[in-house]
């Protein structure tokens, strides 16, 4: 007879414990993926022991090699605020969605450095991109990858954590073009007040709208209150690479619009 008290303890703790993990995965705010990864590392041991050394180069010119190492990623599991994040009606959907699908166009060139860094041995990595949901939303995102150590066969359990950083994002455009906006009521303040010629501040307008705001599409005409009619004062068109052609715009932008009804 054998006393196997120690043991039933061992395998109720590893049941508590695995529960307990399964709890914190599922109800963590942060999206989490348990992906395997083990099948790419061998396909990228394979391309190694043919004599590849520069992944990068080698995935870029082989963009075949690409999409089949996406088909090797395995999602295993995915928690609750990660369904909600892509848009999927459920966990089963998104389970059995297929991976290269998931992360095609933009997200697959982040992908390809994902296999990169698979490539020289690391376990932990960054990075930052946008990716569409199933609703075809756009999501700026900070993901971070992590391989489980001492997982049988290597890089069998990944953890993917990605956090919906699109709002912080708006709030950094909307404050960059806010500043963008003050340096140019400073700026052209200061030009204004030693113009006095309204082609010349018109041209001044157009010089900052272009240098600070990209806006390279623009027309600037002066009102006369007694006709309603607009005089146009000073223009800005991309691509015209002669006078002859910025001559032929020019004349074209004074006709279109001549008067405020038009």
Request: proline share 3%.
């Amino acid at each position: 007879v054998r006393d196997i008290t120690e043991r039933k303890k061992a395998e109720k703790a590893l049941i508590t414990s695995e529960a307990h993990y399964h709890n914190l995965f599922d109800d963590s705010p942060i999206a989490l993926w348990e992906e395997d990864f083990s099948e790419v590392k061998q396909r990228l041991d394979e391309l190694k022991e043919q004599g590849v050394v520069d992944f990068r180069g080698y995935l870029t010119s082989h963009p075949q090699e690409l999409k089949k190492c996406a088909s090797l990623v395995k999602v295993l599991d995915v928690n609750n605020a990660a369904i909600r994040m892509s848009g999927a009606a459920s966990k089963e959907r998104l389970l059995e969605y297929d991976f290269a699908e998931l992360i095609k166009d933009e997200p697959i060139q982040q992908f390809m450095e994902e296999l990169v860094n698979i490539a020289e041995g690391k376990t932990k990595f960054e990075w930052h991109g946008i990716i569409r949901d199933f609703n075809d939303k756009t999501v700026n995102i900070d993901l971070t990858w992590y391989a489980t150590l001492n997982a049988d066969p290597p890089l069998s359990r990944v953890v993917v954590s990605i956090i919906d950083v699109t709002k912080r994002k708006q709030a950094e455009e909307a404050l960059r073009q806010r500043i963008m906006e003050l340096e140019l009521l400073y700026e052209s303040g200061l030009s204004f007040s030693q113009l006095l010629n309204p082609k010349q501040i018109a041209q001044q307008i157009i010089k900052l709208l272009d240098q600070k705001m990209d806006w390279h599409h623009t027309a600037i005409r002066l009102l006369n209150p007694i006709n309603n009619t607009l005089e146009l004062l000073a223009f800005n068109q991309a691509n015209l690479s002669s006078q002859k052609e910025r001559n032929a715009a020019e004349e074209k932008l004074k006709t279109s619009v001549a008067y405020l009804d038009q």
